[in-house]
């Protein structure tokens, strides 16, 4: 998926000068790295909030034209208002189409519904993980990595070995030698505590 986003450079720093961004409906940001300095910039509050309902917005190699200069970046941290539907700032980082980056991707979970340990045990599904730390170049980043759960039976988990991966991507965890679990199915006792436990989860 190709996502852009707008931004403008921004001369003016400091607490002063953001609170009169803020006031008209802008937020200030950065964009740093790739060996480059970094550049103060500001983007539309109404065009960022609703690209950070995307889930793809937080996990997708991203378009960010600046004053038309278009460059390649990921999201690397935003901040919210404590009680207000306000962004308030917002960090993103220069990716180089050859260097490796190290990101977060969500895990989207399938067929769980037809999982031997759901269907015929009447067990439920326990998320454990619902994102993963990859490593691969920035053409080769999912949105996302697909679990799937049809054959987990009762008592059994998935681990982050068990994943299907695509080409070029991986797992950071194993690379240090954590084999995480990701999903098991959890026993439901009698409607009650193992119930709960499991939605949960």
Do not use: W
Not at 94 to 112: D, Y
Not at 165 to 187: K, M, Q, T, W, Y
């Amino acid at each position: 998926m190709q996502i852009e986003i707008n931004a403008t450079k921004r001369d003016a720093q400091g607490s002063g000068a953001s609170r009169r961004l803020r006031r008209a409906g802008r937020v200030p940001g950065i964009v740093y790295g790739a060996g480059l300095a970094p550049q103060a910039v500001d983007l539309d509050h109404k065009e960022l909030y609703l690209s950070l309902a995307n889930e793809a917005f937080h996990s997708s190699l991203l378009t960010l034209n600046v004053d038309g200069a278009r460059e390649s970046v990921l999201l690397r941290d935003y901040q919210m208002h404590p009680y207000k539907r306000q962004v308030l700032h917002v960090d993103f980082q220069r990716v180089a189409a050859g260097e490796k980056l190290h990101t977060k991707v969500p895990l989207h979970f399938i067929n769980g519904d037809i999982a031997p340990g759901v269907k015929l045990g009447g067990g439920v599904v326990s998320h454990i993980l619902t994102e993963v730390e990859i490593s691969c170049l920035p053409g080769q980043l999912p949105e996302f990595i697909e679990v799937d759960l049809s054959k987990l039976e009762m008592g059994q988990s998935i681990h982050l070995s068990d994943l299907k991966l695509p080409d070029g991507v991986e797992l950071v965890a194993l690379h240090r030698g954590e084999d995480h679990s990701v999903a098991n199915i959890l026993v439901v006792r009698g409607g009650g505590a193992g119930e709960g436990e499991g939605a949960g989860a």
